[in-house]
C-alpha cells in the first residue's frame, strides 16, 4: 500500500529537501473558512497538512488547541463534518497528503469500522492520535493499517531505545517526534537535542521523521529542517487564525491570509534550510 | 446485557489493565513509560514486607485507623427496618477516606524517588489529603481544582495552602473535576522527569485503579472484621456514594465473592436524571476519558459533557473502570440520588446522629433512607460514611437559609 504520505516523502528525499508539515483544527471558526484555510495551506506551501478533530478534554494540548477545538465545537463541527470537510478538499487537490490528528473518544463513538472506511473514501491518509500508545494497537491502529491508511506514531524524549521498537513497530508514513516533554505549544525546541534525537530514531526505522511541538518562527522551523524530515507547526498558525478574529470570534476578510501568509513564510524558512546528511 | 459470569469477582484486572472492555491504558506516549515503571514499582512494593509493615505503622499512627464501625442507632429507629451501621472514613485524619490512598501513593513516590507531587482535586478532600502527606514528608505539591470548586470549597483550599501546597484553580472547560484531571495530565507530560501523579480515584491509566483500589480495600477488610466481631456474621448489604468510586471500591472489592451480600453504588442524579446530572452509569455509556474506557457522560459526537452535583466530589462525567465492569456483569446496583435528596440526608443525619456528613457520602445515606425500610430488623447494612460535612457548612448553610426565605 502507498498512501499520498508515502508518495510525498519520497518526492521531497528526491528534491532533497525537509517537509512542510500544518496543523489547524477543523471547524475553527467556521466550517466554510476551514475549508477555505486547508485548501490555501499547499498554495502557501505545506507539504502536509495536519486537520485537528475537535475534542472537549485535548490532554495533551496547551490553550491555543485547546481553544481552537472549542471554538470548533461550538459552531457544531463533529467528526463527520470534519470527514465532509477532507472530502470536499479532496475535490480540488488530489495530491497533498491530509493526517487526522486527535483523541479517540469521538473516533471510538463514530464506530472504528465505519470511520475508517469514511475517513478512506473521504481522502483521509493518516491518523494520530495521541492518546492510543502501541499497548492499545488493538483498537485502531492495526484496523486502521488494514484499511489502507497510515498510522502515524508518537515518539518523545520519554521513549528510550529500548521502547522505540515497540513504539515503531505498527508505524507507517511518518515517525512523529514530539521535541519536547510538554503539551503542544508550550516550549520552544532545541534543534540541537531533536538533532541527537532524529539520529537515534533513525537507528531504528527507515521511515521519515518529522518534529512538532516547540516551533512557531521561519528561523526555528529552518534549523528544525536541517535536523528532521520535515518540521510540523501548528499552534503558531492557529494563534494567527485567531488574531484575525472579531470581538465574537467570526471569521474576517482577514482570517484565511493570516494563516496563509504565516505559512508561505514558514515554507520559505523550511525551504532554506540545508538538507542533513542522510 | 449478555456476559458472562466470571468464578471471581476479585481477580481483575488482566495484565494490560482490562476489566471486561473497561480500563486500560489510553494515554499520550510521553506517559506511557513512566505508567511502566509505576507498575514495575507497585509489583514490588506489595511483594514487599517492609513497604507494608511502614504502611501499617502510619495508617495507625497518623491517619487513626481502624476507623470504627458504628450502630447508628437513632436513623436505625427513624427509618424502622435494617439495622444500619456507619464505616467511619469521616474520623480518619484530614477527614475522609482519601488519605487511605494518598499515604500509599506517597510511599511508592518516595520509593521511586520522586519528589514532586501533583494532584487533582474536586471537594478538596483528596487534595487536603495529598497537602497533608506531602507536608508530613518534605515534598513539593501542586494541587489543581477547577475554579468552579475553589469556590464552593474553599475552607480546603484554605487548609491546603495552609499544608504548603500551591493551588491552581482551572479556568479551562466547565472548571471543575474534569478539566482539574485534565490539567494535571498536562502538568504531568511537562514534568514527567520528576514527578508523580497521585491520581484520587479508581480511575485514569492502569495500574492507577487498580492500586487506588488495594490501598482503599483496607475499609472493606476492616468492616468485614469489625461485622465479624459485632455481629458475628457477614452484612447483608454495602452502601456507598460514587463519584470516581474509590472509596466505594474500597468497601465493596473485599466482598465482591461474598454472594449473599447486596451490594449498593449511589451516583449523584444532580437535578435529576433528565436534566443536568453527574451518574455516568445511569446516563451514560461506554467511552474513553483520562487514560480508561469506561461509562462517561458524552454526546452523540463523543463530547463529554458537563456533569453536574451539589457535591463538588461526585461533579465528574466518568466513573472509575472496575465500577462499569462490575454494573455490566450485575454484582453492583448503581442508584443515584438527586441534590435535594441528598440536602435532606444531610440534615437528618446531623440532626438523629450528630454527624455531619460530607455531600457526598450523604448521597448513599439518601438511598439508604429508602433501602433500609424496606427490609427487616435482622437485615445489617453498612454505609461508608466517606467524609465529614465540615467543608460543605457554608455552602449548604446559604442553600438552606435560601431555602427557607
Known amino acids: ?278 | 446485557m449478555n456476559i458472562a459470569k466470571p468464578n471471581s469477582y476479585r481477580s481483575g484486572p488482566d495484565e494490560r489493565g482490562h476489566f471486561g472492555i473497561f480500563g486500560g491504558r489510553f494515554v499520550a506516549e510521553t506517559l506511557m513509560p513512566l505508567i511502566l515503571d509505576l507498575e514495575k514499582a507497585y509489583t514490588a512494593a506489595k511483594a514487599d514486607p517492609a513497604f507494608q509493615a511502614e504502611m501499617n505503622g502510619y495508617l495507625k499512627n497518623y491517619v487513626g485507623r481502624p476507623s470504627p464501625l458504628y450502630f447508628a442507632e437513632r436513623l436505625t429507629e427513624h427509618l424502622g427496618g435494617a439495622k444500619i451501621y456507619l464505616k467511619r472514613e469521616e474520623l480518619n485524619h484530614t477527614g475522609s477516606h482519601k488519605v487511605n490512598n494518598v499515604l500509599g501513593q506517597i510511599m511508592l513516590a518516595r520509593r521511586m524517588g520522586k519528589k514532586r507531587i501533583i494532584a487533582e482535586t474536586g471537594a478538596g478532600q483528596h487534595g487536603v489529603a495529598t497537602a497533608t502527606l506531602c507536608a508530613r514528608f518534605g515534598l513539593e505539591c501542586v494541587v489543581y481544582m477547577g475554579a468552579v470548586d475553589v469556590e464552593r470549597q474553599q475552607p480546603n483550599v484554605i487548609r491546603m495552602e495552609m499544608l504548603g501546597a500551591k493551588v491552581f484553580p482551572v479556568q479551562s472547560g466547565t472548571r471543575t473535576l474534569k478539566d482539574a484531571m485534565n490539567e494535571a495530565l498536562r502538568d504531568w507530560v511537562t514534568n514527567v522527569h520528576n514527578t508523580f501523579y497521585c491520581i484520587g480515584t479508581v480511575a485514569g491509566p492502569h495500574p492507577y485503579p487498580t492500586l487506588v483500589r488495594d490501598f482503599q480495600s483496607i475499609i472493606g477488610n476492616e468492616t468485614k472484621a469489625q461485622m465479624q466481631e459485632v455481629e458475628g456474621r457477614l452484612p447483608d448489604s454495602l452502601v456507598a456514594c460514587i463519584g470516581g468510586g474509590s472509596n466505594a471500591m474500597g468497601l465493596f472489592h473485599p466482598f465482591l465473592d461474598d454472594s449473599s451480600v447486596e451490594i449498593f453504588g449511589v451516583e449523584a442524579a444532580g437535578h435529576g436524571l433528565t436534566q443536568l446530572h453527574a451518574a455516568s452509569i445511569a446516563g451514560g455509556r461506554p467511552g474513553v476519558l483520562h487514560g480508561n474506557r469506561t461509562y462517561l457522560l458524552m454526546d452523540a459526537d463523543g463530547q463529554i459533557q458537563d456533569a453536574h452535583s451539589i457535591s463538588a466530589g461526585l461533579d465528574y462525567p466518568g466513573i472509575g473502570p472496575e465500577h462499569s465492569w462490575l454494573h455490566e456483569v450485575g454484582r453492583v446496583n448503581y442508584l443515584s440520588a438527586t441534590d435535594d435528596e441528598a440536602l435532606a440526608a444531610f440534615q437528618l443525619l446531623s440532626k438523629l446522629e450528630g454527624i455531619i456528613p460530607a455531600l457526598e457520602p450523604a448521597h448513599a445515606i439518601a438511598k439508604v433512607m429508602e433501602l433500609a425500610p424496606k427490609r427487616p430488623k435482622d437485615h445489617l447494612m453498612v454505609v461508608n460514611l466517606s467524609g465529614r460535612g465540615d467543608k460543605d457548612v457554608p455552602q449548604v448553610g446559604d442553600i438552606l437559609r435560601g431555602k427557607s426565605k
Not at chain 1, 121 to 145: F, H, K, N, R, Y
Not at chain 1, 204 to 224: N, Q
Open chain 1, 1 to 278: 500500500m502507498t498512501t499520498r504520505i508515502d508518495t510525498r516523502f519520497a518526492e521531497l528525499k528526491k528534491q532533497g529537501r525537509s517537509a512542510f508539515v500544518t496543523y489547524v483544527m477543523a471547524g475553527d471558526p467556521d466550517l466554510t473558512t476551514s475549508l477555505n484555510i486547508v485548501k490555501a495551506l499547499p498554495k502557501a506551501g505545506a507539504d502536509v497538512i495536519e486537520l485537528g478533530i475537535p475534542f472537549t478534554d485535548p490532554m495533551a494540548d496547551g490553550p491555543s488547541i485547546q481553544a481552537a477545538g472549542l471554538r470548533a465545537l461550538k459552531i457544531g463541527t463533529t467528526l463527520k463534518k470534519t470527514l465532509e470537510l477532507v472530502r470536499d478538499f479532496r475535490k480540488d487537490d488530489d495530491v497533498t497528503p491530509l493526517v487526522l490528528m486527535g483523541y479517540y473518544n469521538p473516533i471510538y463513538i463514530y464506530g472504528v469500522d465505519k470511520f475508517l472506511a469514511d475517513a478512506k473514501t473521504s481522502g483521509v491518509d493518516g491518523l494520530i492520535i495521541v492518546d492510543l500508545p502501541p499497548e492499545e494497537d488493538d483498537e485502531l491502529c492495526i484496523p486502521a493499517l488494514k484499511a489502507g491508511l497510515n498510522f502515524i506514531r508518537l515518539a518523545t524524549p520519554t521513549t528510550d531505545d529500548k521502547r522505540l521498537p515497540a513504539v515503531l513497530a505498527n508505524t507507517s508514513g511518518f515517525v512523529y517526534y514530539v521535541s519536547i516533554a510538554g503539551i503542544t505549544g508550550a516550549a520552544a525546541a532545541d534543534a540541537n537535542a531533536v538533532g541527537e534525537a532524529v539520529a537515534r530514531i533513525k537507528r531504528h526505522t527507515k521511515l521519515p521523521i518529522c518534529v512538532g511541538f516547540g516551533i512557531r518562527t521561519p528561523e526555528a522551523a529552518r534549523a528544525i529542517a536541517e535536523k528532521a524530515d520535515g518540521s510540523v507547526v501548528g499552534t503558531a498558525l492557529v494563534d494567527a487564525l485567531k488574531n484575525s478574529l472579531d470581538a465574537e470570534g467570526r471569521a474576517t476578510a482577514k482570517t484565511v491570509n493570516a494563516v496563509a501568509e504565516l505559512t508561505a513564510a514558514l515554507a520559505q524558512g523550511v525551504k532554506g534550510a540545508r538538507q542533513a546528511a542522510e
